[in-house]
């Protein structure tokens, strides 16, 4: 289930490197939870309307923000927890809230990023790990390994798993971005992604979104 929350515009500056503060916010409406154990089956876009100014973020006319879970009694309790305590921060709070209808999958679907940046990472040998990018054919790989892992965590099986993730290369505005989560910097790819398979398999990527973190703000699609 996918849920669109609609904010009052910020009374004071939203800064640049807010995502922890979404993440914040999201856990104090769901309560206690066991969302932060295993593979995040859940995404959030980044707040949508802002305009950059004075080295932070405004949002004159308010903000949209997409939430998604793959399991709809999580989305209703977040929701019983928003109607509770509607203040995001900021001086942002939640009037209105829509639940998004998906669009009709196919056997392939073009997906663009909401707002946020996509990461996956490979392991080197001595442990460290490496950040893969839209530009590196690799990355299709790893990112279809990872959505797969999430879909054996979620029950899906058989023809579900046949599923494959690529970026479009030809896509003429994509760039890499690094974004810091309480002082980690992590540098992940804005680029569309082509994700081919069942309509189970695609309605579940449109839910979760794709690569890692995305339990942090990154990897949601639209």
């Known amino acids: 289930m996918r849920l669109q929350l609609q904010l009052t515009p910020n009374t ?33 876009g980044w707040l949508r309307g802002g305009e950059s100014r004075n080295a932070s973020l405004r949002f004159p006319k308010g903000a949209n923000w997409n939430i998604s879970f793959f399991d709809d009694e999580k989305a209703r309790q977040l929701l019983k927890g928003i109607l509770d305590q509607p203040e995001l921060g900021f001086g942002m709070q939640i009037y209105e809230i829509r639940e998004v209808a998906p669009p009709p999958f196919q056997a392939q679907h073009y997906f663009l990023t909401d707002g946020s940046s996509i990461v996956i990472r490979q392991k080197r040998p001595d442990g460290s790990r490496a950040y893969l990018l839209w530009d590196d054919p690799a990355t299709d790989q790893a990112l279809t390994q990872s959505f797969q ?7 899906f099986s058989g023809a579900d798993l046949g599923v494959t993730v690529s970026f479009d290369r030809t896509y003429q505005t994509a760039r890499t971005r690094k974004i810091a989560i309480k002082g ?10 082509i994700v081919e398979g069942t309509p189970d398999a ?21």
């Open 149 to 155: 892992r999430k879909l054996i965590a979620a029950g």
């Open 202 to 222: 695609l309605h579940f990527a449109w839910t979760v979104g794709l690569g890692e973190l995305t339990g942090s703000g990154f990897g949601a699609l639209r």
């Open 12 to 44: 004071q500056p939203v800064p640049y490197d807010h995502l922890h503060q979404l993440t914040g916010a999201l856990h104090k409406w769901l309560g206690r939870n066991d969302i932060h154990d295993g593979l995040s089956l859940y995404s959030f």
């Open 184 to 193: 980690t910097n992590h540098r992940g790819s804005e680029c569309p992604v």
